[in-house]
């Protein structure tokens, strides 16, 4: 196998009555011979989307010549019901099989009863143009957009990102999430919903999760029937959050009796107008950063909803 060389192992299988093709992507790294880095990817209805990290693996067997074993199996009930899978990639080299991938995680299928989750309050599109959609929410008491944001990056591969705005302020929830789309952004829209937690103050915690939905194409019929079938969708979820802290009108007071609450300075807040000039593109917090944290809100920071 050449350097540049590139192998795709295709698997097909159904979830949830979505069908799924899973790829592994095999290829040849160029500074160490017999060295192979192993990715993963999954589509579902029109998007694909990259799952596990990537690993590598020295082969002294042909690349082109590889079996896997792929399959999923439900871990428990979940909400929605039968939309919740574990995911398992192994290769096997003769009578010897290695795992590669592992997802305990996987959320995919087809039409989920999404009102079977009582206490959840959804999210409702207003708006929508060619690279930007806004989704409308009360999220504790507090009205909520929520913003898609699609981004160009090549023929066919697009960047994602959430962010919201409430009140005059917001920020990104995650952004740079990469997916593979064989249809116009157009047809993807997304299914948004906060479930509330229990906290103190009440209404100041909630779970946020984002789903994607694509069309299910049903196979072309085989009779003259005319009748065209319920429209049907395969949903996927792309990003969850189980410490969204937001709300209205939140009453701290509530701590109880042993809250110290801070009094504004009267002459805060202070404007150093004359300096403005000579922190330009520099970090105006008057300390250094503690260093890199890895952000509740990236599309890789997993918590488990089980």
């Not at 960047?159 to 952004?175: H, K, N």
């Not at 829209?189 to 299910?216: D, K, N």
């Not at 949903?235 to 809250?259: T, V």
Request: hydrophobic content about 35%; glycine content about 6%; aromatic content about 10%.
């Amino acid at each position: 196998m050449e350097s540049q060389e590139v192998v795709t192992y295709t698997y097909n299988l159904c979830a949830g009555s979505a069908p799924l093709q899973f790829f592994i992507v095999v290829e040849a790294e160029a500074d160490r011979p017999n060295h192979y880095t192993f990715s993963l990817s999954m589509k579902a209805g029109h998007v694909e989307r990259t799952l596990c990290e990537t690993i590598t693996m020295r082969l002294s067997i042909d690349p082109r010549r590889l079996n896997f074993s792929v399959f999923v199996f439900p871990p428990r009930s979940s909400l929605p019901a039968g939309c919740l899978y574990n995911l398992r990639v192994w290769l096997r080299t003769g009578e010897i099989d290695h795992r590669l991938f592992g997802d305990n995680d996987l959320w995919v299928g087809r039409d989920p009863d999404f009102r079977s989750i009582g206490d959840a309050s959804f999210a409702i599109l207003r708006n929508a143009t060619q690279d930007m959609l806004i989704y409308q929410a009360v999220v504790g008491r507090a009205h909520v957009s929520f913003i898609i944001r699609w981004q160009l990056v090549e023929v066919g591969l697009y960047s994602l990102s959430l962010d919201y705005e409430a009140g005059g302020a917001g920020r990104i929830l995650f952004d740079n999430y990469e997916l593979r789309l064989d249809c116009e952004p157009q047809t993807v829209s997304f299914m948004i919903y906060s479930i509330p937690v229990s906290s103190t103050p009440a209404g100041a915690s909630h779970r946020l999760r984002c789903w994607l939905r694509t069309p299910h194409v049903f196979p072309s019929p085989t009779s003259s029937v005319t009748s065209q079938p319920a429209e049907s969708y395969i949903y996927q979820r792309l990003w969850k959050c189980d410490d969204f802290k937001l709300g209205a009108k939140l009453n701290f007071e509530a701590l109880g009796n042993k809250l110290s609450m801070g009094i504004q300075d009267p002459v805060s807040p202070h404007f150093d107008r004359d300096t403005l000039s000579i922190y330009q593109g520099r970090r105006r917090s008057r300390l250094p950063p503690h260093g890199d944290v890895a952000s509740p809100g990236s599309p890789h920071h997993i918590v488990n909803d089980r």
